[in-house]
């Protein structure tokens, strides 16, 4: 097995608990800087993680593809659904939901990257073009199945991700952290 096929398992086999490490770097940031303005520091750290995620999100999906003899898609929309319901294919729900997954950090990053710009419908337009392009550079490379139930998915992982980032931002505003570190020091 090469190298890049120890990264590309590595990553596949800990990608949720690389979600969860996420989200949780996300939360402490956000408890850090949550009554202040966000230092140059911090927007370093959130733009470079976002490229590192970014990086290994095309890794995963372009990277690590070699390419087939022919074009493969699927044109119809929730044929993986369908397949799942008749009993055909049930592994294809678990796919759904790792390609929401996939997408849940790019949700959280964006919703960093578009501040003062608290538009949900600006995160969907980004996701829905990354995911189009990922699945567009499939298909024309021959390097895996174009379908629209994938941009689907991912869209609406973005989405969810920028939802919980935001409600996480919220909540942490929320606490009143100097009456926390009062009680703490009692």
Not at 21 to 30: A, E
Not at 33 to 40: D, G, N, Q, T, V
Not at 54 to 71: C, V
Not at 107 to 125: D, Q
Request: hydrophobic share 55%; net charge neutral.
């Amino acid at each position: 097995m090469s190298d890049a096929m120890g990264v590309y398992h590595w990553i596949a086999a800990h990608f949720i608990g690389l979600v969860v490490l996420g989200v949780s770097g996300f939360i402490v940031l956000n408890i850090v800087y949550a009554h202040r303005e966000k230092s140059a520091a911090y927007k370093i750290i959130v733009f470079a993680a976002g490229v590192v995620y970014l990086a290994a999100l095309l890794y995963l999906t372009l990277g690590m593809r070699s390419p087939q003899a022919e074009y493969t898609y699927e044109l119809v929309l929730f044929w993986s659904y369908w397949e799942v319901f008749t009993g055909e294919e049930q592994w294809l729900l678990w796919e759904n939901i790792a390609n929401m997954f996939l997408f849940f950090p790019f949700g959280i990053f964006l919703y960093e990257w578009l501040s003062g710009k608290r538009k949900w419908y600006l995160c969907m337009i980004v996701v829905l073009c990354v995911s189009t392009g990922i699945e567009l550079t499939q298909l024309l490379a021959k390097l895996g199945l174009f379908e629209f139930d994938d941009i689907l998915h991912n869209t609406l992982g973005g989405i969810l991700g920028y939802a919980a980032a935001g409600r996480i931002t919220v909540w942490v505003k929320s606490l009143d952290l100097a009456r926390l570190r009062q009680s703490q020091k009692q």
